[in-house]
């Protein structure tokens, strides 16, 4: 077995007792069959370290013990119950052990990242997917809601194509919640059998990528969510933009994603006679930008409409009346939760904006009418 953080370990065992007990202490037992493991040890060891689950069976073990805290408690636990910090903290805590836990094969020991043929659906929360509302009564159905294509799609597929025999750079750009890491996962299925993904982001973006570079094979996609992370280093922006012209590497991917402010930071020129603290770095991604729009266009909509017949978290989103699609599927746990965790005075404004609401007035209201 590879030698794996201590502390990260006793973090995830930790983490996963408080989840335990948050939950009732329900019997193990009784977990395990809601989570369809394999028997109640398995639990039992994840919890006293002596192994480390897959993805796929963490994300059954935690969705079966956050149904069993009462929906008015959840807000205090935080990122207890956050999908995509579990598999953060599953894969800081090392690789998993042999009795019957396995994480994605990585192939030898030069190999980086994993299989994308052997990821499950749940590991998306890994690279940055934000976890969807839950719809009160709906039976089970897959981790991701629904996905519905849109332009860029058809973008990425393109780039995607061309991966298949070059190197290639492309990096999705749209606020917070519009999407981006969602459509570059969806597009890792157009890529053929052998590919796999690495995606460095422990203890430091910057410090995984340099510890990793030197095992680089091609068919890889090399996952950079938040970009800038990586390239604000001039050194790394010039090891990326040297891998793109290496024929060694071919067929390679680098898959980016990046919020607009940042991204045009990083993009624009300085003025003149200022300091260019990123020329590399600009020089790299020209020509290189997916645009990812905030909102739905009513092709767009079309298409939800015809999706949503088959997940009820995209009907919820029609009853809205809204074309910010992405941000209410993504942003309503963290603003139910916020909410949640408000003091009296800020629920009190917030009422007031709702009543007011319900009364027929605009949705946007001017910020003296709330004070």
């Known amino acids: 077995m590879t030698n794996v953080d201590d502390d990260a370990r006793e973090f995830f065992a930790t983490q996963l007792k408080r989840l335990w007990e948050a939950a009732g202490r329900p019997k193990l037992a009784a977990v395990s069959d809601a989570a369809a493991l ?39 636990y935080g990122n207890l119950l956050d999908a995509s910090m579990w598999q953060q903290w599953r894969m800081a805590a090392g690789k998993p052990g042999r009795h019957g836990e396995s994480e994605p094969s990585r192939g030898g020991d030069t190999e980086l990242g994993w299989l994308l043929s052997e990821l499950a659906e749940s590991f998306a929360f890994s690279l940055g997917i934000h976890p969807a509302i839950e719809v009160p009564g709906m039976p089970d159905t897959s981790p991701l ?18 991966a298949s025999e070059q190197n290639v ?29 690495w995606h460095p982001i422990s203890p430091t973006p910057i410090e995984a990528f340099d510890a990793g570079l030197g095992s680089l094979c091609p068919k890889t996609v090399i996952w950079l969510d938040e970009i800038y992370e990586y390239v604000s280093s001039e050194r790394v922006a010039a090891q990326l933009f040297d891998l793109l012209r290496n024929p060694t590497y071919v067929p390679l991917l680098i898959l980016g994603t990046a919020r607009i402010a940042p991204w045009e930071s990083l993009v624009s020129e300085p003025p ?34 015809r999706a949503s017949t088959a997940d009820g978290r995209l009907r919820l989103v029609l009853d809205q009346d809204t074309s910010e699609v992405t941000q209410f599927l993504a942003g309503t746990p963290e603003l139910l939760r916020r909410y949640a965790r408000a003091p009296a005075e800020a629920k009190a404004v917030i009422h007031a904006a709702m009543d007011t609401y319900r009364l027929g007035m605009a949705r946007l209201l001017p910020e003296p009418f709330l004070h």
């Not at 809601?145 to 061309?162: I, N």
């Not at 990123?278 to 092709?299: K, Q």
């Open 272 to 305: 003149n006679g200022a300091l260019d603290p990123h020329p590399r770095a600009r020089a790299l991604v020209r020509g290189t930008e997916i645009t990812v729009p905030g909102a739905f266009l009513p092709d767009d909509l079309a298409a939800l409409r």
């Open 145 to 162: 809601p629904a996905y519905v294509r849109r332009p860029h799609d058809d973008e990425l597929d393109d780039a995607v194509r061309c």
């Open 38 to 76: 394999s028997g109640p040890q398995r639990i039992s060891d994840w919890m006293n370290r002596r192994h480390i689950p897959d993805a796929q069976s963490l994300a059954r073990l935690v969705k079966a013990l956050v149904q069993r805290i009462k929906p008015e408690r959840r807000p205090s």
């Open 169 to 197: 750079l492309r990096v999705l750009v749209g606020e917070s919640t519009s999407g981006k890491t969602r459509a570059g996962w969806e597009a890792l299925d157009k890529l053929p059998a052998g590919w796999r993904l």
